[in-house]
């Protein structure tokens, strides 16, 4: 067994519905499926159970072998897992470095560029997530002028004005393919297109995406793709990836930087760095080796699996979803058209916090954001009858007035 690569099979499946959805013959790989109603795949996929054998795995060889697993896979690992994601994102093997959250991939990108200059200028939308919003609002203290986009609705970004800020002051653009509370998709060629023209570097965060929609990060022709595996790659938390471009690879030069990233880390050599010229370039400190075991079971189904196969059904239950929603007389804020929908679909029905509250208290499990409602994420794993069920419950729910107990908790949401 590679520290790298398991070599347990995911093979233990379930039969039943698989005549008619042969993706259901998953769904015993997912243990929290037989007691649960699993629609939160946007926020946390789905643990499969082969990661009992994967961590077990990584501690054995922690207590068996000791410090000799660096050399017999660990210190490999934090590129070595990424070729488990390359194909998912339609990237090359060694293309990938592997880091502990999809913030860091943005501030090693970031730290291979200087604000000091004329082109300073960061271009991102209202509606990319937090968290990437905050990091560069900071690098304002390092000169970078952030130039954030208001949108006039919470479904789409506004396209003609986001291609229009992109000039030839900029220097970065991070945006996200899939937005995390509409699940609509962002036209990433027509930005890349721009920035490419102007002199720009274009960062896709695609989190939402990778998993749920099939994806070729080299064909878009991206600088850099960032993403984790927390969500529809069901690989939990402490991954995230990060692709560079071939031709950019061994040209930028980060300051975030470490050990790691050095071409004989084991000499110890003191003062500047000797940085590789692969995916290694953009590590730093010691991997996170545990989370590097935990994520591949998950990789290893969706590989076996195929997003294509993903997509087919993900569009048939997000519509299902939409149809129920819209009979209800609910607001929908995710695309209509499906070739600009993902995974998600976000209903905005009345008390949409406190039905969320309640239906998690029922073990069905969505989430609730801010001027998008009730997201409700089905995966390949679930039966469309639990969309019917979600759906149905939230009338329910409504009807009798079950949302009331929690409206106490709405002003700590």
């Known amino acids: 067994m590679i520290k790298g690569k398991l070599g347990f099979a995911a093979a233990r499946v379930t039969e039943g519905g698989a005549d008619m959805d042969p993706l259901l013959k998953w769904r015993g790989e997912f243990p929290i499926l037989d007691h649960t109603t699993y629609m ?10 082969g990661v009992y054998q994967a961590v077990r795995a990584y501690a054995d060889s922690w207590a068996e072998r000791g410090v000799r697993v660096w050399e017999e896979g660990w210190w490999e690992m934090a590129v070595g897992v990424g070729d488990q994601i390359a194909p998912l994102i339609g990237a090359g093997r060694g293309e990938i470095s592997l880091h502990q959250n999809v913030t860091l991939t943005q501030a090693v990108i970031s730290s291979c560029f200087d604000f000091g200059g004329p082109r300073n200028k960061v271009v991102m939308v209202e ?12 690098q304002r203290r390092l000169g970078a002028r952030v130039e954030l986009l208001p949108t006039t609705n919470h479904i789409r970004i506004d396209l003609d004005k986001l291609l229009a800020a992109i000039d030839e002051t900029t220097l970065l653009v991070p945006i996200s393919l899939v937005l995390f509370r509409s699940s609509s998709i962002v036209d990433a060629r027509a930005i890349v297109e721009r920035a490419h023209r102007v002199g720009a570097h274009v960062i896709l965060d695609v989190f939402q995406a990778a998993g749920t ?3 070729d990060v080299r064909s878009l022709g991206v600088d850099f793709a960032v993403g984790g595996v927390l969500k529809w790659l069901c690989g939990g938390p402490g991954v995230a990836y990060l692709y560079v471009r071939e031709d950019l690879r061994a040209k930028l030069r980060p300051a975030l930087t470490g050990w790691i990233a050095h071409r004989r880390p084991f000499a110890f050599e003191t003062g500047t760095i000797d940085a590789r010229d692969d995916s290694f370039r953009y590590l730093n400190g010691t991997p996170h080796i545990p989370a590097l075991y935990a994520c591949q079971p998950g990789l290893d189904i969706l590989n076996k699996i195929g ?3 993903i997509r087919e059904k993900s569009m048939r239950m997000t519509a299902r979803l939409m149809e129920g929603a819209r009979t209800r007389g609910w607001h929908l804020n995710t695309p209509e058209n499906p070739a600009e929908r993902a995974g998600t679909v976000s209903v905005e029905c009345p008390h949409a916090y406190e039905v969320c509250r309640e239906l998690l208290a029922r073990d069905i499990l969505v989430d609730y954001r801010p001027k998008a409602g009730v997201r409700l994420s089905p995966h390949f794993y679930n039966r469309e009858d639990e969309c019917d069920l979600a759906l149905s419950q939230m009338e329910e729910i409504l009807k009798t007035g079950a949302w009331e107990k929690h409206t106490a908790a709405v ?3």
């Open 307 to 309: 997003i294509a196969t």
């Open 411 to 413: 002003t700590h949401a």
């Open 127 to 138: 509606l990319e997530f937090p968290s990437i919003q905050y990091f560069y609002h900071e």
């Open 40 to 49: 939160i795949s946007n926020s946390l996929g789905a643990m499969p159970r």
């Open 213 to 215: 929609i099939p994806l």
